[in-house]
């Protein structure tokens, strides 16, 4: 075993396989504001642009808030940003002596987006990995956003630096992963579940956006793209839920006006239901998605604090 960089020991070989004074990962998750009790962070993710990642953020959220939730949406896109857009969002995040507090969509969904900081919303945000990584710290550490149910995290496409910081320091519960019947998306999205995989995030749902298209008229539906492969690669992975969403002219019409509250999909539903009832299911049974009653060093599928020395992390299913 590789030595830990944190070794100090006198006369040590290098060998850390039979160390008594072998060191936990270290742990990068930063504490949410001070003033901010949020309870679950759902990501959602996919391995390519354009596949309606957003447009399935904006849903989720909006699926929660109509059944009661205090609902949030990070949007972590900051080069490519447009969750403000479809919920027809202007007002500018403000600070106070206390910290930044979130944009508020009409049915109460809070907000921050990079494009709610700038002063004119069609400047490009030319900024380096390491800048975007630190706003996106930010949007989660210094944002006061109170008592929130579920968060979803808007992320940009691929597997890059913002996936990987929002992974690293933000606890996630879950991710839901985005894609349409392309092969090409398909392979691609192994990518991005893969990534998760790495980073013991449980993927909770693949949602396949303009999986089809429904004829009005003679309710037959057409395969636009290709025929759909998605439950071969959910069922390779493991992942009990997938959705698959029609393409529907009158939603990408909503999101024009900024009126995307006033969509419903039961696809969307239902997989805010199982998501809701999966970490629901956790929470009553105290244990994480590993099976283990404990809150292993780094385990984001926990929800007690981390315990200090826990003796079962090497034995964490997730951790393997």
């Known amino acids: 075993m590789a030595c830990s960089e944190n070794c100090n020991e006198s006369g040590c070989n290098h060998d850390c396989e039979n160390c008594g004074k072998k060191n936990d990962p270290k742990s990068f998750q930063e504490a949410p504001h001070e003033m901010s009790r949020i309870d679950s962070v759902i990501g959602v993710v996919s391995g390519k642009g354009g596949v309606g990642k957003s447009l399935v953020s904006a849903l989720l959220a909006c699926a929660a808030r109509r059944k009661g939730y205090q609902t949030a949406v990070m949007d972590a896109d900051i080069t490519g940003p ?48 390491p800048v975007i990584g630190n706003c996106v710290k930010q949007f989660w550490k210094d944002v006061i956003w109170s008592d929130v149910d579920y968060m979803f995290v808007d992320m940009p496409p691929g597997t890059g630096d913002v996936p990987l910081t929002v992974f690293q320091t933000i606890p996630v519960k879950g991710i839901v992963v985005v894609a349409t019947p392309q092969d090409l998306v398909s392979l691609i999205v192994t990518k991005a579940i893969k ?33 759909s492969k998605i439950e071969e690669i959910a069922k390779e992975h493991g992942v009990e839920k997938v959705v698959k969403l ?74 393997k």
């Open 82 to 129: 447009s969750i403000p857009k479809a919920f027809g969002v202007t007002d500018k995040l403000i600070g106070n002596d206390f910290g930044i507090v979130p944009a508020e969509s009409k049915t109460g969904v809070k907000i921050t987006s990079i494009n709610l900081l700038m002063q004119d919303p069609t400047d490009p945000v030319i900024w380096r990995g």
């Open 195 to 227: 990534m998760a995989e790495m980073m013991n995030i449980p993927v909770l749902a693949i949602v396949e956006n303009m999986s089809y298209y429904q004829c009005p008229k003679c309710g037959e539906k057409h395969s636009i793209f290709g025929e």
């Open 246 to 319: 029609p393409i529907d002219p009158s939603i990408a019409q909503a999101c024009d006006r900024g009126e995307i509250e006033t969509v419903e999909s039961a696809g969307i539903d239902e997989a805010f239901d199982y998501i809701s009832s999966w970490l629901e299911a956790a929470r009553k049974a105290g244990e994480g998605a590993c099976g283990q009653s404990c809150s292993c060093p780094g385990c984001n599928s926990c929800d007690g604090d981390a315990c200090e020395g826990c003796d079962r992390s090497s034995d964490c299913e997730r951790r």
